[in-house]
C-alpha cells in the first residue's frame, strides 16, 4: 500500500487548499446572512451560486465520480485527501463543488444504472449543478436499519407505476431547486426472497400525489444548507414504467452499490471536520486564560489534543486503505473496511468535536462557532447509512465465520 500522493492529487490538493482560503470560508458568514435575507429559509443564498460558479471554473467540479465520462476520473485514493479538505466546511466546499450528498449518491446509481433516457434527463443536470435530488429510503413506521422492513409500495398498473407510501429524512428535499426522487419501495411485497422485493423509480418531485410536508430538524437544526430533511408522502403517484431504475427486484443491490461510496466520502470528510475541530481547539486554548494561565498549559486540555491528533490520524490511514482497497479489489472486496470506517470515524470524531466544545465553554454550544453544527452532523453519522450496530452485527458475522 502506498499512500503517497501522485501528481494529480498533489495538484488539486493545491488547488483546492487555495479555493478554500480565497473563497470558502470567507463566504461561510456570507451565506449565513444573505440567508436570513431570503424569502424562503430553503433558497439558495448567491453567494453558493457562485463558489460554484468559481470552482467549476477552477477544474474543481465532481471530483467524487470515477467514470471518467462523467466526472473527475478519480480513484478513491485520489479523491479521499479532496473529500477531507471539503470536510472543514462541510456545509458549503462540497455543494460548491457540486460533490455533495445526496446528489453524489444519485449521480452514481444514475451512471451505473441509468438508460440513456434517464441519463440525458436527470443525470445531465445533476452533473452540470442545476437541479438537486433526494433518495428516498428511511421511513418512519418501520426499523429502516433494515431496509427490507420498508412499506411503500410500488405497484404496476399497465405502463405506469403507481408509488403509495411514507418517508422522512429526505435529505435535500426542501430545496426548491430538488427536482427528482430516486424512491425505493416494494413492487414484489409478497416475494420469498426478501432482497428481492425492492425496487427503485424516479418520481420527479412535481408529480401529483407527491407531498413535501415538513422540514425534519437534527438536535435543533433545519441544515438549510444541504436542503433540508424532510418528511414526503407519496399517494397514489404515478410515473411511466420507463422510471424504474435498473430492474423489477433489483432496488436492494442498488442501494448497497450506492452506499457503499457514501459511506467512504462520509468518512473523508469527517477526517476534515476533525481537523477544523482541532484548529478550533488549538487557537481558543492559546487565546484563552483560566485560573491564571492560558487554557494552552492546561494538563487536561494537552491531552485532549494528542488524543485527537492521535485519533486523527489513525483515522486517516484507516480510510486511506479502504480507498486503496476500494480501488485495487472493489466495494465488495473492501467490504469489511468500509464497515469498519464507519464505525470508528463518526464516533471518534463526535467523542474530538466534543471535546473542542467543552474547551469553548458556552461558545461551543452557540451560533458563532461552527463546533455545534459539526457535532449534529457528525453524531448524525452513527445512523446515517447504517447505523453503527448493523455494521457492527455484520462484521463480527464476517469474523466469526472464520472459526465456524
Same mark, same amino acid.
Given at each position: 500500500?502506498?499512500?503517497?500522493?501522485?501528481?494529480?492529487?498533489?495538484?488539486?490538493?493545491?488547488?483546492?487548499?487555495?479555493?478554500?482560503?480565497?473563497?470558502?470560508?470567507?463566504?461561510?458568514?456570507?451565506?449565513?446572512?444573505?440567508?436570513?435575507?431570503?424569502?424562503?429559509?430553503? !433558497?439558495?443564498?448567491?453567494?453558493? $451560486?457562485?463558489?460554484?460558479?468559481?470552482?467549476?471554473?477552477?477544474?474543481?467540479?465532481?471530483?467524487f465520480?470515477?467514470?471518467?465520462?462523467?466526472?473527475?476520473?478519480?480513484?478513491?485514493?485520489?479523491?479521499?485527501?479532496?473529500?477531507?479538505?471539503?470536510?472543514?466546511?462541510?456545509?458549503?466546499?462540497?455543494?460548491?463543488?457540486?460533490?455533495?450528498?445526496?446528489?453524489? $449518491?444519485?449521480?452514481?446509481?444514475?451512471?451505473?444504472?441509468? !438508460?440513456?433516457?434517464?441519463?440525458?434527463?436527470?443525470?445531465?443536470?445533476?452533473?452540470?449543478?442545476?437541479?438537486?435530488?433526494?433518495?428516498?429510503?428511511?421511513?418512519?413506521?418501520?426499523?429502516?436499519?433494515?431496509?427490507?422492513?420498508i412499506?411503500?409500495?410500488?405497484?404496476?398498473?399497465?405502463?405506469?407505476y403507481?408509488?403509495?407510501?411514507?418517508?422522512?429524512?429526505?435529505?435535500?428535499?426542501?430545496?426548491?431547486?430538488?427536482?427528482?426522487?430516486i424512491?425505493?419501495?416494494?413492487?414484489?411485497?409478497?416475494g420469498?426472497?426478501?432482497?428481492?422485493?425492492?425496487?427503485m423509480?424516479?418520481?420527479?418531485?412535481?408529480?401529483?400525489g407527491?407531498?413535501?410536508?415538513?422540514?425534519?430538524?437534527?438536535?435543533?437544526?433545519?441544515?438549510?444548507s444541504?436542503?433540508?430533511?424532510?418528511?414526503?408522502?407519496?399517494?397514489?403517484?404515478?410515473?411511466?414504467?420507463?422510471?424504474?431504475?435498473?430492474?423489477?427486484?433489483?432496488?436492494?443491490?442498488?442501494?448497497?452499490?450506492?452506499?457503499?461510496?457514501?459511506?467512504?466520502?462520509?468518512?473523508?470528510?469527517?477526517?476534515?471536520?476533525?481537523?477544523?475541530?482541532?484548529?478550533?481547539?488549538?487557537?481558543?486554548?492559546?487565546?484563552?486564560t483560566?485560573?491564571?494561565?492560558?487554557?494552552?498549559?492546561?494538563?487536561?486540555?494537552?491531552?485532549?489534543?494528542?488524543?485527537?491528533?492521535?485519533?486523527?490520524?489513525?483515522?486517516?490511514?484507516?480510510?486511506?486503505?479502504?480507498?486503496?482497497?476500494?480501488?485495487?479489489? $472493489?466495494?465488495?472486496? =473492501?467490504?469489511?473496511?468500509?464497515? =469498519?470506517?464507519?464505525?470508528?470515524?463518526?464516533?471518534a470524531?463526535?467523542?474530538?468535536?466534543?471535546?473542542?466544545?467543552?474547551?469553548? $465553554?458556552?461558545?461551543?454550544?452557540?451560533?458563532?462557532?461552527?463546533?455545534?453544527?459539526?457535532?449534529?452532523?457528525?453524531?448524525?453519522?452513527?445512523?446515517?447509512?447504517?447505523?453503527?450496530?448493523?455494521?457492527?452485527?455484520?462484521?463480527?458475522?464476517?469474523?466469526?465465520?472464520?472459526?465456524?
Amino acid at each position: 500500500m502506498d499512500f503517497a500522493f501522485d501528481a494529480r492529487t498533489e495538484e488539486l490538493r493545491a488547488k483546492l487548499l487555495a479555493f478554500m482560503d480565497e473563497y470558502v470560508y470567507p463566504a461561510e458568514a456570507v451565506a449565513e446572512e444573505q440567508r436570513a435575507a431570503l424569502a424562503s429559509p430553503w !433558497d439558495t443564498p448567491a453567494v453558493v $451560486g457562485e463558489l460554484k460558479a468559481e470552482a467549476r471554473r477552477q477544474g474543481l467540479w465532481n471530483l467524487f465520480l470515477p467514470d471518467t465520462e462523467y466526472g473527475a476520473g478519480l480513484t478513491n485514493l485520489q479523491y479521499a485527501p479532496l473529500a477531507e479538505i471539503t470536510g472543514r466546511s462541510p456545509h458549503l466546499a462540497p455543494t460548491a463543488l457540486n460533490c455533495a450528498a445526496p446528489d453524489t $449518491g444519485n449521480m452514481e446509481v444514475l451512471t451505473q444504472f441509468g !438508460d440513456e433516457q434517464q441519463r440525458k434527463q436527470w443525470l445531465e443536470p445533476l452533473l452540470a449543478g442545476e437541479i438537486r435530488s433526494a433518495f428516498a429510503m428511511t421511513e418512519p413506521e418501520v426499523a429502516s436499519s433494515d431496509a427490507t422492513n420498508i412499506t411503500t409500495l410500488i405497484r404496476r398498473e399497465g405502463d405506469e407505476y403507481v408509488i403509495t407510501g411514507r418517508k422522512w429524512y429526505i435529505s435535500g428535499a426542501m430545496n426548491p431547486d430538488c427536482r427528482i426522487f430516486i424512491v425505493m419501495g416494494k413492487t414484489d411485497p409478497d416475494g420469498t426472497d426478501i432482497r428481492r422485493q425492492q425496487s427503485m423509480v424516479l418520481v420527479p418531485r412535481d408529480t401529483p400525489g407527491v407531498t413535501v410536508k415538513r422540514a425534519m430538524k437534527v438536535f435543533g437544526y433545519e441544515d438549510h444548507s444541504h436542503g433540508g430533511h424532510a418528511e414526503v408522502v407519496f399517494d397514489h403517484a404515478r410515473v411511466p414504467v420507463a422510471n424504474l431504475v435498473g430492474e423489477e427486484g433489483g432496488g436492494f443491490a442498488i442501494a448497497q452499490a450506492r452506499l457503499g461510496p457514501g459511506r467512504i466520502h462520509h468518512c473523508m470528510r469527517l477526517i476534515g471536520m476533525a481537523e477544523r475541530a482541532i484548529e478550533l481547539m488549538c487557537r481558543r486554548a492559546v487565546s484563552r486564560t483560566a485560573f491564571g494561565k492560558a487554557l494552552a498549559q492546561q494538563g487536561v486540555v494537552h491531552n485532549w489534543i494528542a488524543d485527537a491528533r492521535v485519533t486523527v490520524e489513525q483515522l486517516r490511514l484507516l480510510v486511506l486503505k479502504t480507498a486503496w482497497k476500494m480501488d485495487t479489489v $472493489g466495494n465488495r472486496g =473492501a467490504h469489511t473496511e468500509i464497515q =469498519a470506517i464507519k464505525i470508528a470515524t463518526p464516533r471518534a470524531v463526535v467523542d474530538i468535536i466534543d471535546r473542542a466544545i467543552q474547551l469553548h $465553554g458556552a461558545g461551543g454550544v452557540s451560533q458563532d462557532f461552527p463546533l455545534a453544527d459539526l457535532y449534529a452532523g457528525a453524531r448524525t453519522l452513527m445512523i446515517a447509512d447504517g447505523p453503527d450496530e448493523v455494521h457492527q452485527r455484520s462484521l463480527a458475522r464476517r469474523e466469526l465465520k472464520k472459526y465456524l
